[in-house]
């Protein structure tokens, strides 16, 4: 990890410059939804935990919900000089870690993740440039203002940009 990398630690949103990098560490059935206005070189980094704040009591931390957490990202990036308008996407997560047989939708959390981050893009008429979602591995991820690029790291696989 380089030394300009911006941590984001879980139910977590921050943002970074190029040339600075941003990472969120241990995506599990949680999703990294990176915003990035390719004039300024800005980008933000929310580590989304559960789909929606308004089935959850104790919601306090709109850094951890889908659709709260994507707000406070966008009203950050705007502070820091992002133009909201040219904000595209890259989202990162959401497995499935444990095999269970059986629908209950509260065992889905990975699968409602990602929906609930795409829906909310679309309502916000954010476009999704790449994704790397589901499956059944945790991934740790980078992104990088200066070329937009978007690592993915995961154990016993190989590295990939999207």
Known sequence: MSEGMIKVGMADVNVCHAPGAITTLGLGSCVGVVLYDRTTRTAGLAHVMLPDSTKVRQNQNKAKFADTGIDLLIEMLRNEGANCSMLTAK?????????????????RVGERNVEAVKAKLKELGIRILAE??????????????????????SVGKPEKII
């Open 132 to 153: 790397d979602t589901g499956a059944n591995y945790g991934r740790t991820v980078e992104f990088y203002p200066e070329t937009g690029d978007f690592l993915i790291k």
């Open 91 to 107: 989202i990162a997560g959401g497995a499935q870690m444990f095999a269970f047989s059986t629908n209950n939708d509260m065992l």
